[in-house]
Nanobody
Framework: QVQLVESGGGSVQAGGSLRLSCTAS???????MGWFRQTPGKGREGVAT???????SYAESVKGRFTISKDNAMNTLYLQMDSLKPEDTAMYYC????????????????????WGQGTQVTVSS
């Protein structure tokens, strides 16, 4: 049973930082994992992903500001969010796939099978 639990969300001012964590259990070690975000009336969009070999992918809107990482020994994913902007406000979800995502689908939600409950991030101006 794959279980993903996010934590670390909260409210910050623009320009601030926040680090999200996702503890995972029962996941497919060779599968891609990532962070997605969603706002009311908007589809779930990929933010950042990481593969078992450590390779990463980022949405253009967060490149240079967000960093995805993992601690295999702790079965934990992280999303370091710096220079936050109001448009980063969203519910952030941790996701896991059964296999390594092909390039075109790394940031596509449909590739990922398992999802956490989400953690809210609110950035004020």
């Amino acid at each position: 049973q794959v279980q993903l639990v996010e934590s670390g969300g909260g409210s910050v001012q623009a320009g601030g930082s926040l680090r999200l964590s996702c503890t995972a259990s029962g996941y497919y070690r060779s599968g891609s994992m990532g962070w997605f975000r969603q706002t009311p009336g908007k589809g779930r969009e990929g933010v950042a992903t990481i593969d078992s070999d450590g390779s990463t992918s980022y949405a253009e809107s967060v490149k240079g500001r967000f960093t995805i990482s993992k601690d295999n020994a702790m079965n934990t994913l992280y999303l370091q969010m710096d220079s936050l902007k109001p448009e980063d406000t969203a519910m952030y979800y941790c996701a896991a796939a059964r296999s390594r995502a092909i390039e075109a689908y790394k940031l596509i939600a449909a590739w990922y099978t398992y999802w956490g409950q989400g953690t809210q991030v609110t950035v004020s101006s």
